[in-house]
C-alpha cells in the first residue's frame, strides 16, 4: 500500500503562485507514475498534470499548459506541481495520485492510490 501526503495549498491571490508537493511513502513499485487532479465544487475530478518516475515524460491538461509544472525529485520519493499564473478557475481540491506502469494516464480509474487532497484556493 501507498500512502500519499499532499502539502502546500492555501490561498493565493490571481496571478500569483503556489507549489504543491506530494511526499510517497510505504510499499512503491519498481515502475509507476504519479499525477494530480483537481476537484472544484460541483465538478468532476479532473487530470492536471503526470509525470512518469523513471522515464521522466510528462504531461499537463490543456487548460494549464504554461502555467503549471509537474517535477519529481526521486530521492525524496516527492512530486512537485508548481502552479503559476492562477487564475479563479483553478481553486478546487486537488489530490495526487499514483499508478503502475510508466504510461502517464489521464483517467480517474487508471490510478491505484490517492492523497487526501489539499485545497488551493484563488481569490480576485
Known amino acids: 500500500q501507498v500512502q500519499l501526503v499532499e502539502s502546500g495549498g492555501g490561498l493565493v491571490q490571481a496571478g500569483g503562485s503556489l507549489r504543491l508537493s506530494c511526499a510517497a511513502s510505504?510499499?512503491?513499485?519498481?515502475?509507476?507514475?504519479m499525477a494530480w487532479f483537481r476537484q472544484a465544487p460541483g465538478k468532476e475530478r479532473e487530470f492536471v498534470a503526470g509525470?512518469?518516475?523513471?522515464?521522466?515524460?510528462?504531461r499537463h491538461a490543456d487548460s494549464v499548459k504554461g502555467r503549471f509544472t509537474i517535477s519529481r525529485d526521486n530521492a525524496k520519493n516527492t512530486v512537485y506541481l508548481q502552479m503559476n499564473s492562477l487564475k479563479l478557475e483553478d481553486t478546487a481540491v486537488y489530490y495526487c495520485a499514483v499508478r503502475r506502469g510508466m504510461v502517464v494516464a489521464g483517467r480517474v480509474e487508471d490510478y491505484d492510490s490517492w492523497g487526501q487532497g489539499t485545497q488551493v484556493t484563488v481569490s480576485s
Open positions: 510505504g510499499r512503491t513499485f519498481s515502475s509507476y507514475t
Open positions: 509525470i512518469s518516475w523513471r522515464g521522466g515524460s510528462s
